[in-house]
């Protein structure tokens, strides 16, 4: 069992029509963890099979920003879209959008005549990766103006060497506060630990790691016995790792905030905060950033 410590990382977005594929592909293939499959020219086909197959959703992913002149019909029909937003300067509509808006109304020809690099007066949307508990994401989850894609237990196989022939879990801010260290990991017996935990005299952090262990003997003993990834995974812990990405409006981004790092609505989860509160800082600087190299 690995135990794997929460991050997070902001994935901009590459310039140029490409950026867009590119971005899509990076974060589709999370939900497969096929990150190897990807190469220099795989990105378009990618998101073609997407379009071809009408699985739009993590086209959502590639922001497609715009430059209409006002009076165009195009413009008042992305102003009318509730996934794009809209403002408007000197005659000219920015919009701000994604890929799956444009594929999924026969609209891809506008990256062609509208498309531009983001401005000041584009709304930014921004791309999230996270590495946390699934318990975590389903709190993130909630958010569900966000677009969203995760690692998938249902066909990611932990049994595989890719996975290392074992599970993952992320580590708890509680457990990480009881003095766990990794190494504790080597040499456990699991029987001497399991006599322990039903004495009812183990410690909180012998229960934690007993329940881990015990789900990840379980879940690959089914995968043994010929059960499929889908089935077994219904004993995987709460804590099992799991990769999110979420890419949203910075208006969107800010009410994530308000709840899992500014506790606006009560205390946010610490597992949730340890990410958040960071993240909130560290956009709030890139975008000042932004902003500062506009107007220079």
Known sequence: MKVINPTFEIWPQQEGEDGIYLQVERAGRVCYKS???????????????????????????????????????????????????????????????????????????DLGRWRVEPTPHHERRVTVHFTTQIAITREFNRHRVDSIAEQSTRYCNYSKQKFGNEIAVNLPAWVKAEGFETESLGGVDLEVLFKRVASGKASALDNWLFANLAAERAYLNLIALGRKPQEARVVLPLDTNTELIHTAFTSDWQHFFDLRALDKTGPAHPDAKILALPLYNKMREMLQQGEDQSHE
């Open 35 to 109: 990150e190897k499959n990807q190469t220099a020219e795989s990105a378009r086909p990618f998101c073609q099979r997407m379009i071809e197959h009408q699985h739009y959703a993590m086209l959502e992913h590639g922001t497609v920003y715009l430059e209409i002149p006002a009076n165009e019909p195009a413009a008042a029909w992305y102003q009318a879209n509730k996934f794009s937003h809209c403002h408007s300067n000197g005659g000219r509509a920015y919009m701000t959008t994604n890929l799956r808006v444009l594929a999924e109304n026969q609209r891809l020809d």
